[in-house]
């Protein structure tokens, strides 16, 4: 399927649903990153700090079977287990802030799954809108003929016997129920194949297909107000320690 299937007068709703698809598969992408490196970092953190770790007898012990002379090795080793906990720190640092860029991401996730979510819902509303006026306006002409027809036949059952019955309903509803009903089996059995619509094929009958659709966070205005909020506390206290620029 290709644009030029697309009618123009989806094209501007289109865009903005590529926007926001973009965007929302960035966000979903650089939150999926980040989990990676928290990960990662956690990792690396605790093999830091099981070598930083090691018994400090070992080292002493060795210290004085070397006559309490600071060899090089001993000096080596030092430095390595100096060196592996200060590491660790820093691994501990660093994951406090991807652990703060998680959290950014995925509000920001949240953010753009509702835009994406609007602009796919407004490209289906808008087509499936336009198809069913054009199918009113240019298919239904045999329809309401016959069902004009029927009405008229029926006109002059007022006179009848049958006004007097109960359960009696007039010509017009009747039909309408009739028109109704058979529209409504014939829907029920319909199936809609995607290869053959263009504009299904390409937006998807449900926006929740891209990753990170279904994040709660900040999920009301209420809650986004108070996620920010709490974000732009962490963003400055992560900044007066020296973690953040």
Not at 91 to 106: K, P, T
Request: glycine fraction near 4%; proline fraction near 2%; charged fraction near 30%.
């Amino acid at each position: 399927m290709t644009d030029t299937s697309i009618p123009d007068y989806l094209k501007p709703a289109f865009s903005r649903l590529d926007k926001a698809k973009a965007t929302h598969t960035a966000n979903a992408r650089k939150l999926d990153e980040t989990t990676t490196a928290i990960a990662r970092t956690a990792e690396q953190k605790a093999g830091l700090e099981q070598e930083s770790g090691s018994d400090m007898s070992e080292w002493r012990n060795a210290f004085r079977a070397a006559g309490s002379v600071l060899t090089d090795e001993l000096r080596n080793r030092h430095l390595m287990r100096v060196a592996s906990r200060e590491l660790a720190q820093e691994c501990g640092a660093l994951a406090e802030v991807l652990a703060f860029e998680r959290d950014r991401l995925d509000g920001a996730c949240g953010d753009s799954a509702r835009a994406y979510r609007q602009a796919h819902e407004r490209v289906l509303k808008d087509y499936s809108s336009h198809e069913l006026d054009n199918a009113l306006r240019e298919s239904c002409g045999a329809l309401v003929r016959a069902m004009k027809l029927k009405m008229l036949a029926h006109s002059g059952a007022l006179e009848s016997e049958a006004a007097a019955a109960i359960g009696y309903v007039e010509p017009e509803k009747a039909i309408m129920n009739e028109v109704a009903a058979w529209l409504k089996n014939a829907v029920q059995v319909c199936h809609i194949r995607l290869n053959d619509e263009p504009v299904l094929y390409r937006t998807g009958l449900s926006a929740e297909t891209l990753p990170h659709m279904d994040t709660t966070r900040a999920s009301t205005p209420a809650a986004r107000y108070k996620f920010h909020q709490e974000m732009r506390e962490r963003e400055a206290d992560l900044k007066a320690r020296g973690l953040l620029s």
